[in-house]
């Protein structure tokens, strides 16, 4: 007996592999993957902005790492006891603006280093709102708690979301033109939005993609919105808030993932690895005995061999815990 809908994925022309680099930018649901990649030892960089919910600030960020573009004190602003910058999350803010300010930078100097030779730029959207800063007119990526009469919010139309993904996309494949994109919906629904105007957001964002999709031959959809709310729609995949997928929830969207776009050599060295990463976190309780020194040789060998095999892994630190 079937008890879901069975859903049709595309599947690159080239799936992902261990020697990609991978960049990711968007909502939370690109922390969800990047932490799954990252556990797999992939080589990834995710969101050097921090989370970024709508399509303006994906690509704003996307070119701005293109052009190496470096952040002066003017883009900083006092509030809250914070130095904060409008374009990026409150995870770059600081007490110090020196510290702000160096966070900031450092972290776009490693995107505008890693875009050059990301195989793969992965972009979940999250919402088709746009809030504007009331006094410049200027779209922010946050309000960082700043009063609410200080924005203007607008729901962006398909075509300006068409218009700014296209030229980041255009801009990225001018200095890299091997580089691939894969896009998702997150499937996170933005419910402060109200129910009805959060399908209308969505929606834009989903036409929008489709749009991308036919327009750059380089291009993917993976359907983690549908995924979500169509192939799983049931309460018990949701976290409390009834907004948020639990582990339940992003776990399955990830095997989806993992069976459409990573070729099954790929699959073969995840398995091995989770192996390893596992033995890696766990916590003995008597670390001296002889059975955990052969338990920690026995891993050691096993590190070593896949290293042997396929040269390009990272797996540094599990030599060095496994042979201490």
Not at 209 to 219: D, G, N, R, W
Not at 295 to 302: G, Q, S
Request: glycine fraction near 2%.
């Amino acid at each position: 007996m079937d008890l879901m809908l069975d859903i049709a994925i595309r599947k690159p022309a080239n799936p992902i592999t261990y020697q990609d680099q991978i960049l990711l930018i968007g909502s939370c649901f690109t922390e969800h993957m990047a932490e799954r990649l990252a556990l797999h030892k992939f080589t990834i960089l995710s969101n050097p902005h921090g989370i970024l919910f709508n399509p303006l600030s994906v690509a704003a960020s996307l070119k701005s790492y293109v052009r190496e573009e470096m952040y002066t004190e003017k883009d900083l602003f006092y509030l809250n006891e914070l130095w904060n910058s409008w374009d990026h999350h409150t995870r770059f803010s600081d007490i110090e603006k020196a510290k702000a300010f160096e966070k900031i930078n450092t972290s776009q100097s490693e995107a505008a280093a890693f875009i050059r030779n990301a195989d793969w730029v992965m972009i979940t959207l999250g919402s088709a709102f746009q809030y504007y800063l009331q006094e410049k007119n200027y779209p922010v990526a946050n309000n960082h708690r700043a009063p609410a009469q200080w924005f203007r919010k607008e729901l962006l139309t398909t075509e300006t979301i068409i218009k700014a993904l296209s030229e980041s996309m255009n801009a990225i494949l001018s200095i890299n033109p091997s580089a691939k994109f894969f896009f998702t919906i997150s499937p996170v629904r933005h419910i402060r939005d109200g129910v009805v105007d959060n399908n209308r957001s969505k929606a834009r964002l989903i036409e929008a993609v489709h749009t991308l999709c036919e327009q750059f031959s380089q291009a993917y959809y993976f359907p983690a919105y549908e995924i979500v709310i169509d192939i799983l729609r049931d309460y018990r995949f949701y976290d409390v808030d009834f907004v948020h997928p639990n582990y339940l929830a992003t776990q399955f969207v990830w095997e989806q993932f993992s069976n459409t776009c990573f070729e099954s050599d790929t699959l073969n060295i995840m398995s091995q690895l989770r192996d390893i990463v596992t033995a890696r976190q766990h916590r003995p309780r008597f670390p001296d005995t002889e059975a955990h020194k052969r338990f920690k040789h026995a891993y050691r060998e096993k590190v070593e061999k896949l290293v042997a095999a396929y040269p390009y892994l990272n797996l540094q630190e599990e030599l060095i815990y496994f042979s201490s």
